[in-house]
């Protein structure tokens, strides 16, 4: 056996030592256990499975500064309540309003929305994105529709 294979072989069983001595259970942090657990319960449990009366609100052809309310209508068909923790939009220009409260199974809740089309002409295609407690976590919701100039 020549020296370079010799001290090659006792390198690695140094390291193979060395790293064996740690505990393998020392390295678990508590907090990621419990989220772990609390997330395996809810998946025992069932999601909550969110849906919608329509994912795209189309409001037509409207004049620059006109301003457009709508309403998705968000159903649980899943059998836990279901959270939604924000919608944010794409702009500023369009609002949407939640429900604050969890929707429980088989219940419906509604998420309104006000898009301002003040200097905003042309095509317009905005987004809504709902953060929730589904499978998913997100879910975007499209509102679409051509502004016109004021003639």
Same mark, same amino acid.
């Given at each position: 056996?020549?020296?370079? %294979?010799?001290?090659?072989?006792?390198?690695?069983? *140094?390291?193979?030592?060395?790293?064996?001595?740690?505990?393998?259970?020392?390295?678990?942090?508590?907090?990621?256990?419990?989220?772990?657990?609390?997330?395996?319960? #809810?998946?025992?449990?069932?999601?909550?499975?969110? &849906?919608?009366?329509?994912?795209?609100? &189309?409001?037509?052809?409207?004049?620059?500064?006109?301003? @457009?309310?709508?309403?998705?209508? #968000?159903?649980?068909?899943?059998?836990?309540?279901? @959270?939604?923790?924000?919608?944010?939009?794409?702009?500023?220009?369009?609002?949407?309003?939640?429900?604050?409260?969890?929707?429980?199974?088989?219940?419906?809740?509604?998420? *309104?929305?006000?898009?301002?089309?003040?200097?905003?002409?042309?095509?317009?295609?905005?987004?809504? %994105?709902?953060?929730?407690?589904?499978?998913? @976590?997100?879910?975007?919701?499209?509102?679409?529709?051509? @502004?016109?100039?004021? *003639?």
């Amino acid at each position: 056996m020549n020296k370079i %294979t010799f001290y090659g072989l006792i390198l690695l069983l *140094s390291i193979s030592v060395i790293s064996c001595k740690e505990n393998a259970t020392s390295k678990i942090d508590a907090t990621n256990l419990e989220t772990a657990k609390e997330r395996d319960q #809810i998946i025992s449990l069932g999601a909550a499975i969110i &849906d919608f009366d329509k994912s795209e609100y &189309d409001f037509g052809t409207i004049t620059d500064g006109d301003v @457009v309310e709508g309403t998705f209508t #968000i159903s649980n068909k899943g059998k836990t309540d279901l @959270v939604i923790t924000s919608a944010k939009a794409t702009c500023g220009c369009t609002v949407p309003s939640w429900p604050k409260e969890a929707i429980k199974p088989g219940e419906s809740a509604d998420l *309104s929305f006000t898009f301002n089309s003040r200097g905003k002409t042309g095509k317009q295609s905005k987004s809504i %994105t709902l953060q929730t407690n589904t499978e998913k @976590v997100t879910e975007t919701l499209r509102i679409t529709g051509m @502004v016109l100039a004021k *003639s």
